[in-house]
């Protein structure tokens, strides 16, 4: 499909499905840690997805690139994304869905705050500079909120925000070293090769690795192999199709959605403050990710 210079009407589409997934994956990482070790679980799911990538590159055709030229910056990618998995899968057994969404998905503010400093070109404008303040008082207003914080951990919302600065990294490794150079499946390659590793090695370090897993949990595990799999190749399409700022607009759904998603399974407290705070880093981050169009 040819390159577009601004989102139709299929591309918000896919977007907003993208957007559904990864606000429900909060709650099936959730949902499988009942089954399994969190940081086992991750493993798991990093070696299926990679086995699945693997197909999907033997079937399409495709290529990983030239990998021996990104060894160190791939190493790098990879080791973040493991790390990431390690912070977040805790997170989510410790705390509740909504908090950690709400912190986690408070990536585009530390990365803008790095930016401003690291990549040119990426200086926080006055209305960039309005979202950063939004964005991170509705965080602060989310955890003061007292009827979420009774759901929640010092200890989850801790690691939460670790996996968030680990994301944000990923996309800072991407956007400074040759890994870019990549396309999308050798990008997907190092995250999910490395992080197989790193995972399953600190997996017998950190806990039990089952937990008597059903049915459930099984499908849970599943559906997160989907998501790190084929998910990640649908956005990186969209991404070679659609200007990136249009595509980061749609970034403030994933919070909104997970919010919805941990109140309507896990019966998560959405009071009064906590949707203001949502509210606040909804828009923060809308006007973060906004573009001027030349």
Partial sequence: MARKDSMDLQGAAGMVGFATVLAFNQVVIKLSNGGFGPVFGAGLRSVLALGVLGLWVWLARRRLGNLRATLGPGLLLGALFGVEFIFLFQALDSTS?????????????????????????????????????????????????????????????????????CWAGIALTVRLTRVSDLPAEGQLFWQLAVSSVILLLAAPMLGPL?????????????????????????????????????????????????????????????????????????????????????
């Fill in 97 to 165: 869905v909504s908090r950690a969404s709400i912190l986690f998905y408070s990536m585009p503010v530390w990365l803008a705050l790095v930016a401003h400093v690291a990549l040119p070109g990426e200086r926080l404008s006055a209305r960039r500079a309005l979202g950063l303040v939004l964005a991170m008082a509705g965080v602060g207003l989310a955890l003061m909120d007292p009827e979420s914080r009774a759901h929640g951990s010092l200890r989850g919302d801790l690691m939460a925000i670790c996996a968030c600065w």
């Fill in 210 to 294: 089952l937990r008597a897993p059903g049915i459930v949990e099984w499908s849970a595990l599943g559906y997160g192999v989907a998501v790190a799999s084929m998910g990640f190749l649908f956005w990186l399409r969209l991404m070679a199709i659609y200007p990136a700022s249009d595509i980061a607009s749609f970034s403030f759904l994933s919070p909104v959605l997970a919010v919805v998603f941990g109140w309507l399974v896990f019966g998560e407290p959405v009071g009064g403050q906590f949707l203001a705070a949502l509210a606040l880093v909804a828009v923060g981050i809308v006007l973060i990710n906004r573009r001027r169009r030349r």
